[in-house]
Structure formats: structure tokens, C-alpha cells
Nanobody, 121 residues
Framework: QVQLQESGPGLVKPSQTLSLTCTVSGGSITTNYYYWSWIRQPPGKGLEWMGA???????YYSPSLKSRTSISRDTSKNQFTLQLSSVTPEDTAVYYCARDLTGWGTEFDYWGQGTQVTVSS
């Protein structure tokens, strides 16, 4: 059973960089041919796929967030990390990590429980 757990600060100031880590257990993030995604849900809105890192280490990003998003990984810890720069209050959301079967945010089979991030001064 694959389990994912998000961690990181719950409050970030505007213009700063949001950084979240997803720790994976029950499976390796280097296993062919899985992808590992970040998804968010702003209050009152739907889910938004942000990007993914592949088993190979290749990264894929949503065009709307690409200029501000970076996803990396630490294979020794079986973790992958999201960095979102220049945040504004519009980046307030519940952030999820998930195992992605396509690499483009269209099909997920395991999710973390989500973590609330608020952008406020």
C-alpha cells in the first residue's frame, strides 16, 4: 500500500517561496513508470494540477504555473518537493501530492491527505 504525506509551513508571506515536501512510503519514487504530482485546491474552486516528477527525474509543469514552479526529489529519502515562488493570496489552497499514472495530471491512484497553505502577511 503506497502512502503519501505532505509536510511544510501552513503560512507563507506574499512574495515568498512556498516549499512543501511529500514523503512516500510503501513504494519507491524511482519505480518505472510512475509519476509523482502536486495538485492544489483553492477555497471554493476545483482541483488544479501543478506539475509532476517522473520515475526518471524528468519534470512536467502546468503551463499556467510553469514560470513559478519547481519540483525536485531526494531519492535517498523517497521524497519529492514543490517550490512555488512569488506567492500571492491567490495561492492559498489545500496542497496535495499524489501518484500520477500519466505524468500530466489526468489519473491518480494514491493521494496524500493534503495540507492547508495560507498566503498572508
Amino acid at each position: 500500500q503506497v502512502q503519501l504525506q505532505e509536510s511544510g509551513p501552513g503560512l507563507v508571506k506574499p512574495s515568498q517561496t512556498l516549499s512543501l515536501t511529500c514523503t512516500v512510503s510503501g513504494g519507491s519514487i524511482t519505480t518505472n513508470y510512475y509519476y509523482w504530482s502536486w495538485i492544489r485546491q483553492p477555497p471554493g474552486k476545483g482541483l488544479e494540477w501543478m506539475g509532476a516528477i517522473a520515475y526518471s527525474g524528468s519534470t512536467y509543469y502546468s503551463p499556467s504555473l510553469k514560470s513559478r514552479t519547481s519540483i525536485s526529489r531526494d531519492t535517498s529519502k523517497n521524497q519529492f518537493t514543490l517550490q512555488l515562488s512569488s506567492v500571492t493570496p491567490e495561492d492559498t489552497a489545500v496542497y496535495y501530492c499524489a501518484r500520477d499514472l500519466t505524468g500530466w495530471g489526468t489519473e491518480f491512484d494514491y493521494w496524500g491527505q493534503g495540507t492547508q497553505v495560507t498566503v498572508s502577511s
